[in-house]
Nanobody, 123 residues
């Protein structure tokens, strides 16, 4: 059974760091685009970062939230640094089998989603 499970969320002070992990099971990462989305209350779901063969970052997080993949662990990470008050949201990972660059995939294109993990930035 295909599953994605996020972990690593929590509360951090502004300027702090958190590392989110997305553990995949039921499939292997090669050949799949893996994306991190976030959704804050009252806002639309936003693509934060994604990767397949190459990486993409939303302008708001570029340089702060590197995305990486560990094929041995079948896990994708989002290393969040320099967190700001605009970053709090529920963060979701999603996967879709594709040969396209990940940023060309829409949210509706992703059949596999994790339940999300909440990130809070508070002083």
């Amino acid at each position: 059974q295909v599953q994605l499970v996020e972990s690593g969320g929590g509360t951090v002070q502004p300027g702090g760091s958190l590392r989110l992990a997305c553990a995949a099971s039921g499939f292997t990462l090669p050949g799949y685009a893996i994306s991190w989305f976030r959704q804050a209350p009252g806002k639309e779901r936003e693509l934060v970062a994604c990767m397949r063969a190459t990486r993409y970052y939303a302008p708001s997080v570029k340089g702060r939230f590197p995305i990486s993949r560990d094929d041995a662990k079948n896990t994708v990470y989002l290393q969040m640094t320099h967190l700001v008050p605009e970053d709090p949201a529920v963060y979701y990972c999603a996967a879709v089998q594709t040969v396209l660059v990940c940023q060309d995939k829409r949210s509706d294109d992703y059949p596999y989603w994790g339940p999300g993990t909440q990130v809070i930035v508070s002083s």
